[in-house]
């Protein structure tokens, strides 16, 4: 589903609710949302100022969630209306007059052979997609339950983004002392502002910084998911935010608990200033490994298993190699060897 879908797909439910459809500015921010760009991105291609466009961003969101009930915002966009769009297609099946048996042999047919490897980009969702870090799962829950917080460490492309998914997902089961869990992709928070801002949101507290903050969380126990963490080191935020995170996070019962998604050691990462970060102090690493030989082998297998399709031993051979082990440019290939069986078959 892409951006002009999805902008096509929320006009119709506009309609549908006897809304009026976005307007002119509204599309943009809403194209700009869909496709995770920062408002200095969007700025670029319209005439508005970027404080306009952020006094309208947040209107946005705020129209979506009262006028047609989808809970989206700038941090979180795509998820809920993905979500909504499935349930209206499912809605649809529901409606439809009953298909004979030889329509159903077809659909099966049809799904049979819908390409398996996906998402190409960004971090896997779906529980049934998840695949092979349960060890790294357990050492999170382990330091988690052990008062730790906890940083994952790995390459571009290795699975981060979708281990700390699934951290989320699993919090009820795994946590000994709960915890409410809050995902926050910082590719998509402009500035330490915007990232307070989509904190207390998340949360559900009044929005806020500083002290207020610390009074507002006192009564909170908050797993933070804070994914692409190197953005900390971009212009826009200061090491006295890694200082208020490290002081909300520290002690057996403090209001946050902290699982960072980072491409090198804190220590690494943050050094422009005392040679340290705050935060490497109270985060324990785990780090992301690519797959060996054997899990990128039975990664193919499962993928392949609901299909009509085989891929040789040379072929699997290669798409091994070439991969270097990547979950997403495993994911890729096979996407694009799957693609020239199914263009073969028509």
């Known amino acids: 589903m892409n951006s002009e879908e999805a902008l096509k797909f929320i006009n119709q439910l506009f309609v549908d609710h006897k809304k009026l459809v976005l307007n002119e500015l ?31 961003g947040p209107e946005l969101c705020r129209r979506i969630r009262k006028e ?87 390459e571009e492309g290795v699975g981060k983004s979708s281990l700390l998914w699934a951290i989320k997902r699993e919090a009820e089961i795994h946590l000994q002392l709960m ?37 507002a969380l006192r009564d909170k126990r908050v797993l933070l998911l804070l994914d692409n963490v190197g953005k900390m080191t971009e212009q826009g935020f200061t090491r006295q935010m890694r200082d208020k995170l490290r002081g909300l996070a520290e002690g057996s019962q403090a209001p946050l608990k902290l699982v960072l998604a980072a491409s090198e050691s804190l220590k690494d990462l943050f050094n422009d200033s005392y040679n340290t970060s705050p935060l ?26 609901k299909t009509s399709v085989s891929f040789t031993e040379e072929e699997i051979i290669k798409l091994v190699e070439e991969s270097g082990g990547h979950p997403r440019r495993l994911m890729q290939l096979c996407y694009e060897n799957y693609a020239r069986y199914r263009e073969g078959m028509k």
């Open 280 to 305: 490497a102090g109270i985060c324990q690493e785990v780090y992301i490994e690519p797959w060996d030989e054997a899990t990128g082998r039975d990664f193919i297998s499962r993928r392949l298993a």
């Open 26 to 56: 509204e599309e943009k921010l809403f194209v700009g949302f869909w496709e995770e760009k920062i408002y200095d991105e969007i700025i670029t291609e319209n005439n508005y100022s970027i404080q306009y466009l952020r006094e309208k």
């Open 179 to 215: 915890r409410q869990p809050v995902f926050l992709d910082l590719n998509v928070v402009d500035d330490e502002d915007e990232f307070y801002s989509e904190l207390c949101h998340e949360v559900g507290i009044p929005e806020c910084k500083g002290n207020k903050l610390n009074r």
């Open 68 to 154: 047609l009930g989808i809970d989206v915002k700038k941090t979180n966009f795509k998820n809920p209306i993905k979500y909504r769009y499935q349930q209206h297609l499912e809605q649809k099946v529901l409606e439809q007059p009953e298909r004979s048996q030889v329509d159903e042999n077809v659909a099966r047919h049809e799904n049979a052979n819908i390409n398996p490897f996906i998402p190409l980009h960004g971090r896997v969702e779906n529980p049934e997609e998840f695949f092979n870090r349960e060890k790294e799962l357990r050492q999170v829950f382990e330091h988690l339950n052990s008062y730790s917080s906890v940083v994952l460490i790995g």
